[in-house]
């Protein structure tokens, strides 16, 4: 399979391994379809795939990086775990079961997928997560944590337990979830953005819980100011959103099941930076503290708050 090279210099865990600057989601794909668009993503140029045991597609995943002969070390796998992890037995089945279901050897980042399964089994499946991480013998070479807010990840630090590489979130110029983000900074957290591509083009509203903004005039891709930036940029809209993410800092987790879209997603690591007044442009379209008036912000679960 002939490979695309994109220069993408990826950013720093506290492990001190780098992770791609821009990964492909998974999530509702399934079987072949998915195996086949992960083979297309990585011989596009992909090089972080981002999976979950809720997702019920590892097996596609590990199968897709199998055949596409790409050596396993230029590949970044993140796969998450939902529950059932607060016991050390629990916890070697779950991790176990993500090798043997993607049939690899190892796991670059292991997430907590949610934080919802309250504060003591919270720590507990951290606690063992990292243990194992230490124990494996390079089995899962980070853990993070996914949907997790400030007081999630303080109570972590308050029990002395180990920062975790990554608090993957949702995050778009929408829901920019600034103190989340700020304080993960300030911890060496990397932050993942799901959900980066607000969805998409089609009605936002028609997927997960949605958002209460979603699918009407003048937000989502329809917003003005977005789409006065991917004009003056000569971006697509898409490309903006990631690019945005990507300029923040975060570590976009985008998902596409079209391959035209696959190479116009991946580009944006080709193209130059927004201008400081798109970035301006784009802080406009941030809705915290407007939920009252357009409702629910987040497209997804987003836990961050949960007990
Ligand atoms: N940790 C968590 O709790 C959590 C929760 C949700 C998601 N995630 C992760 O984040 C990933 C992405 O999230 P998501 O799928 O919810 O949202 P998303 O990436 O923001 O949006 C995906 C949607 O955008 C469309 N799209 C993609 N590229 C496009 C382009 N260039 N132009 C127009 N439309 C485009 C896709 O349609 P087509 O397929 O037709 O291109 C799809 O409908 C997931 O796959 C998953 O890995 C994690």
Redesign the pocket.
Known sequence: MSQVKYSDPGLTLNTAATIPSLGL????LEGEECKELVLQALKTGYRLI???QFYRNENAVGQAVRESGIPREEIFITT?VQAGAHTVEGCKRKVEKSLSDLGLDYIDLF?I??PLMGPEKRVDTWSNLVDFMHRSEGKIRAVGV??FGIAHLEALREEGLEIPSVN?I?L?PHLPQTPIVDYCKSKGIVIQA?????????NQAS??EGAGWAGKAGFGWDHEGLKGVAEKENM????VLLKWSIQKGYCP??????PT?LK??LDVLHLPPLSEESMNELEKMNLEGREEEVGRLA???NPVDCP
């Open positions: 989601g998974v999530y509702q981002d999976t979950a998450k997430l997928h949610g996914s949907n993957q949702e778009h799901y959900c980066p591509l607000m969805r998409g083009q089609q997927l997960g697509t809209i898409g490309q987790q985008a998902k596409t099941s079209s879209r116009e997603n497209l997804e679960w």
